[in-house]
């Protein structure tokens, strides 16, 4: 298995992850790990042998004998890829880790208002800083610019953002606070799974230059599309509910 096939089935929601070349399914542990849920579900996607080897526990014998019965195949890392099917690796993690700590954050015991805090903070990191870097380290492999005016129309996304939300959050009305936060969700684990995908047939081993190139002009307009669905939301949005 290939780490474009692992990308692939973490986005139709496998926790997978990758330790010393075995790729593990660790859907059913998450909740007994002794470590807690967090630390599995950061590392959903990715090669985490590194921080396994750190904690002595794990060098058990009885550890060892789990990890075998939670593999599910070797992983296999051609060797020839092309530069770009390699850079798009590298931003497959990027963004494998951003999507990961949107699942760390779920947490549905917490209170309505903690939940659309924290939610509204990583929606407005992804605006302001992450969905911008993707777009710049994908632009960098093939050009084009990014469009005039594209900081001008981001920053007054996010200040549409902080300002909805804000003004939802003093209303405390829960189940608004709620339904924001599955939309916050729903709309950004959406669009990085989504954007996983693309990333990953570029990188493919059989992918000729001309799919990747098309897979990383894919994931350009993806990522434009998906900004303006929110804008067309945020702009739109109501904090208030109009029939109070």
Request: charged residues 25%; glycine residues 6%.
């Amino acid at each position: 298995m290939t780490p474009a096939e692992v990308i692939e089935e973490v986005t139709r929601h496998k926790k997978w992850l990758i330790i010393n070349g075995r790729v593990i399914d660790v859907g059913e542990f998450v909740e007994r790990h002794p470590g807690g849920c967090a630390v599995l579900l950061a590392g959903v996607g990715l090669d985490v042998s590194a921080d396994f080897h750190h904690v002595p526990a794990h060098q058990r014998a009885s550890v060892t004998r789990r990890l075998a019965g939670m593999s599910v195949a070797a992983l296999e890392k051609p060797t020839d890829l092309p530069p770009l099917a390699q850079e798009l690796g590298r931003l497959a993690e990027h963004i494998l880790l951003v999507r990961n700590s949107f699942e760390v954050q779920r947490d549905t015991d917490r209170p309505a208002h903690l939940q659309l805090a924290y939610y509204g903070q990583g929606l407005a990191h992804l605006v302001a800083d992450h969905s911008s870097a993707f777009r710049r380290r994908l632009v960098d492999m093939v050009g084009p610019p990014p469009p005039a005016g594209e900081q001008k129309s981001r920053d007054l996304l996010l200040g549409k953002i902080e300002c909805r939300i804000s003004e939802l959050l003093m209303t405390a009305d829960e189940s608004r606070m709620l339904s924001l936060v599955e939309h916050i969700h729903t709309s950004t684990t959406g669009m990085l799974d989504s954007l996983l995908r693309i990333v990953a047939a570029g990188q493919r081993p059989d992918s000729a230059p001309q799919k990747t190139g098309e897979a990383i002009q894919q994931a350009l307009q993806h990522i434009e599309d998906w900004t303006q669905r929110e804008e067309s939301f945020w702009f739109t949005y109501q904090a208030a509910d109009e029939r109070a």
